[in-house]
């Protein structure tokens, strides 16, 4: 009798079962009994057939307790090149792709509905055009372990997500086209604010989240007039603040939607007609098209969802008032152009009449472009991470806490590459294939602290964590993650100053 009573007690302290707007959930244990992983819950209707290229649409409701044990496919992409060393590091195995990619995951701590959990809603990167929110490096348990419920997604990628047209622009009630990717990131963060109660969270404090491509759809989010009120607070991994690098600057609508040549990009004459071939023949006709520009590849300024370019967004303080964390990795990588020509071309889009003192600050004396391109990454980032918060704090906002992690990871001689930080916010190393040490589990143990701190109340600070204060001018401090852990001096240089000013139009 005692240990039956005692299985129901248990029973009943473990929200496995949710009901939502469109009908009942079941979810499963985590590794971590005490906690609830919901897999694959629909946030919209598929984007198929007629919906392709169209903005989201409600979710069917459905009868019974739909069974959330499993993720869904990922959104059609290209993936990251067989024996690439992402596909090593993040992506070892093959997963479905279908078009059908609408889903959402959840892992809460909550036993009941009541308990007003702080929420991470987490975007994945991948440059606009891979990625997943079910990756083996995503995983909330951890944070469900600190008391934070974690959301990943899905979004539409690459040409399902970013597609321009006139005529897609002349079916829209709005005269717009593009951006359903960022669409979708808001329609599904719109049913998190009307569903989490659900699950235990507080729909009230929301922190939106991500990396690389993530990161700057976030700093999309919070630069849209469509999320006003439903973001807390923000955290930008490699690809947060103004303008993070030449080549990924948003470009107008109209300065890009008469470019595109639908017979020679994809083999039709209509949108019509594209929307009649598979998603699998149409990914196919865009990889194709590589490693060109034929068609649109990363969010617009549409006068909607982008009202206007977001760095003038910052600078018009029409971004959302809230703390941010943000940073960068040491060794985040080159810049996408790889020769000396193309670079120079670039810098001149960028810097206009400024550019030939920028191009001697990169490649002169010593530090040729061969040199120079290694640290180009990290540097640009930087500069648009200190830009950033010096703009907030010269509109009296914020705070804005800054990190630099510099942890070179054990295994190979990569270092802290771009997306390594991943490991350690999620603490997922048993799905890595990495030889961890102590001192990478202590780092993980503080990244994960430090984040959930942040969602809880938009202050990272914590027992047992050193001191991390915000990035001012007075103090140009920022964290260093890596083997110390502490605050540091700002690693600037010339070209980081150079560029950090000119985003803020000194």
Same mark, same amino acid.
């Given at each position: ?78 993936? &990251?090149? =067989?024996?690439?060393?992402? #596909?090593? !590091? ?9 078009? /059908?990619?609408? %889903? ?59 597609? &321009?047209? =006139?005529?897609?622009?002349? #079916?829209? !009630? ?9 669409? /979708?990131?808001? %329609? ?66 109209? #300065?890009? !939607? ?249």
């Amino acid at each position: 009798m005692f240990a039956a009573a005692l299985l129901q007690e248990r029973k009943e302290n473990q929200m496995r079962e949710v009901t939502v707007e469109n009908g009942k959930l079941s979810g499963i244990p985590c590794g971590w009994p005490s906690i609830t992983a919901f897999y694959g819950i629909p946030y919209a209707a598929p984007p198929v057939g007629g919906l392709r290229w169209r903005p989201p649409q409600p979710a069917a409701d459905w009868e019974g307790v739909r069974d959330c044990a499993r993720a869904s496919a990922k959104c059609p992409q290209l993936g &990251v090149g =067989p024996g690439s060393f992402y #596909e090593k !590091e993040f992506y070892p195995y093959e997963e479905s792709m279908d078009e /059908d990619c609408l %889903y959402l995951n959840v892992w809460t701590p909550a036993r009941k509905p009541e308990e007003k959990l702080p929420v991470i809603f987490w975007v994945h990167g991948g440059a606009f055009m891979t990625g997943y929110g079910h990756s083996a490096h995503f995983d909330g348990e951890h944070f469900a372990r600190q008391d934070v419920i974690l959301v990943t997604i899905n979004y539409r990628l690459n040409v399902f997500g970013w597609m &321009v047209h =006139p005529e897609l622009s002349a #079916e829209s !009630e709005r005269g717009i086209s593009g951006n359903y990717g960022l669409l /979708d990131q808001i %329609y599904a963060l719109k049913w998190v604010r009307r569903n989490i109660t659900g699950f235990g969270g507080d729909p009230d404090n929301i922190t939106v989240a991500g990396q690389s491509a993530g990161a700057m759809s976030v700093h999309a989010l919070i630069s849209s007039p469509l999320t006003r009120g439903d973001i807390c607070k923000a955290i930008l991994q490699s690809g947060g603040g103004m303008t993070t690098l030449p080549d990924m600057r948003c470009p107008k609508l109209s #300065e890009v !939607e008469n470019t595109i040549d639908l017979p020679s990009a994809l083999g039709v004459n209509s949108i019509a007609e594209a929307r009649e071939l598979s998603w699998q023949e149409l990914l196919d006709r865009w990889r194709r098209t590589m490693p060109g520009q034929a068609l649109q590849r990363t969010p617009v300024v549409d006068g909607y969802v982008l009202p206007k370019g977001i760095d003038e967004i910052g600078h018009d303080q029409e971004y959302h008032d809230i703390p941010y964390l943000m940073g960068v990795t040491a060794d985040e990588g080159l810049i996408s152009l790889r020769d000396q020509a193309g670079f120079e071309e670039l810098m001149h889009r960028e810097f206009g009449a400024d550019a030939e003192e920028f191009i001697k600050l990169a490649v002169s004396g010593d530090l040729d472009y061969d040199a120079y391109k290694g640290k180009s990454f990290m540097e640009f980032m930087l500069a648009s991470c200190l830009a950033w918060a010096e703009l907030l704090e010269s509109h009296g906002k914020g705070p804005v806490y800054l990190y630099y992690l510099d942890r070179k990871l054990p295994g190979d001689e990569m270092g802290a590459f771009h997306a390594a930080d991943l490991w350690y916010v999620f603490k997922t190393f048993m799905r890595s294939w990495r030889p961890w040490t102590g001192a990478d589990y202590e780092l993980a143990s503080a990244c994960n602290t430090y984040w959930a701190n942040f969602a809880k109340t938009g202050n990272p600070n914590g027992e047992r964590l050193p001191e991390w204060t915000p990035y001012t001018k007075e103090h140009p401090k920022l964290m260093e993650l890596g083997e110390r852990i502490g605050m540091m001096n700002t690693p600037g240089n010339p070209r980081v100053d150079f560029r950090k000013k000119f985003l803020l139009r000194e």
